[in-house]
T-cell receptor, first 114, second 113 residues
Framework: AQSVTQPDIHITVSEGASLELRCNYSYGATPYLFWYVQSPGQGLQLLLKYFSGDTLVQGIKGFEAEFKRSQSSFNLRKPSVHWSDAAEYFCAVGPPGGGNKLTFGTGTQLKVEL | IAGITQAPTSQILAAGRRMTLRCTQDMRHNAMYWYRQDLGLGLRLIHYSNTAGTTGKGEVPDGYSVSRANTDDFPLTLASAVPSQTSVYFC????????????FGEGSRLTVL
């Protein structure tokens, strides 16, 4: 069965610092990969997705993620964090070839210090 | 503003009672989903519907039922609520079954006592 691991439950960074959130997956083949963000009291919003092609994908709000097949990873990065980025971030995988029954990781709570 | 509307926003319910969480979308999306979110467990899929008239079971379907009579509505029913169903429930939709992009509602917080 597929699984997604986000090893960091909480991360704190200073505003302006760089950010990397880790995501590892277990799947029989290369799945579709996603990062979602959840602001307090809100639903989830898609940041970016990887289906195929260029392994470095750009998303909204200045985020990017890199797919590394050899490491089964899809880490999320941002060069300079803003206070408004404080939220919970979820990595998710979906069946290769389509299908939206996503499997989500347990999330990483990001705190930004001013 | 187009999107997904969930109701109620919050509810406290006695164990054994029946409860229906409502979800309506105005984006004319074909596929809809119900997830529950629990601390330390992330989001888990309860039920889904790829198109009106069809439904399917997700990862944690026991104790829940859904229906999809039309494109816009996808209610989730707890026939006899139990305390382990205390959670935040999110409805989501997508334009197709293979797009990967889900649009989420703001959630319904349910407490079963």
């Amino acid at each position: 069965a597929q699984s997604v691991t986000q090893p960091d439950i909480h991360i704190t960074v200073s505003e302006g610092a760089s950010l990397e959130l880790r995501c590892n997956y277990s799947y029989g083949a290369t799945p579709y990969l996603f990062w979602y963000v959840q602001s307090p009291g809100q639903g989830l919003q898609l940041l970016l997705k990887y289906f195929s092609g260029d392994t470095l994908v750009q998303g909204i709000k200045g985020f990017e993620a890199e797919f590394k097949r050899s490491q089964s990873s899809f880490n999320l990065r941002k060069p300079s964090v803003h206070w408004s980025d404080a939220a919970e971030y979820f990595c998710a995988v979906g069946p290769p070839g389509g299908g939206n029954k996503l499997t989500f990781g347990t999330g990483t709570q990001l705190k930004v210090e001013l | 503003i187009a999107g997904i509307t969930q109701a109620p926003t919050s509810q406290i319910l006695a164990a054994g009672r029946r409860m229906t969480l409502r979800c309506t979308q105005d984006m004319r999306h074909n596929a809809m989903y119900w997830y529950r979110q629990d601390l330390g467990l992330g989001l888990r899929l309860i039920h889904y519907s790829n198109t009106a008239g069809t439904t399917g079971k997700g990862e944690v379907p026991d104790g829940y039922s859904v229906s999809r009579a039309n494109t816009d509505d996808f209610p989730l029913t707890l026939a006899s609520a139990v305390p382990s169903q205390t959670s935040v429930y999110f409805c989501a939709s997508s334009a197709g079954a293979n797009t990967g992009e889900l649009f989420f509602g703001e959630g319904s917080r349910l407490t079963v006592l």
